[in-house]
């Protein structure tokens, strides 16, 4: 079973092997908003709520995960496992 910590170190790794940055979201006064902003070579941008293996986002968190949808802003949710990981980032390179 994996932590939402371990993820989250592996998922810090990855983006950093493919030259991006990943910046811990912390928004006072706006509780939910995901836990990482992704920023990968050629402009791409993504929002990432990570979880415990098996964890799923809050009502809350739903709630700031579809304000963003809305301004076209693209999020992945509820990802809870270093496959999810990798399969989040070739998705974001595919397009």
């Known amino acids: 079973m994996e932590s939402e910590k371990d993820t989250e170190r592996y998922l810090n790794r ?6 991006g940055r990943s910046y811990k979201w912390v928004s006072p006064g706006c509780s939910g908003v995901p836990d990482r902003i992704v920023v990968l070579p050629g402009g791409r941008v993504v929002f990432v709520e990570l979880k415990s293996e098996g964890k799923t986002s809050t009502g809350q968190q739903k709630k700031r995960q579809a304000e963003l949808r809305a301004l076209g802003c693209t999020v992945y949710a509820d990802i809870d496992t270093k496959e999810k990981v990798r399969k989040m980032l070739r998705e974001v390179f595919a397009t």
């Open 14 to 19: 990855q983006v950093k092997a493919l030259g």
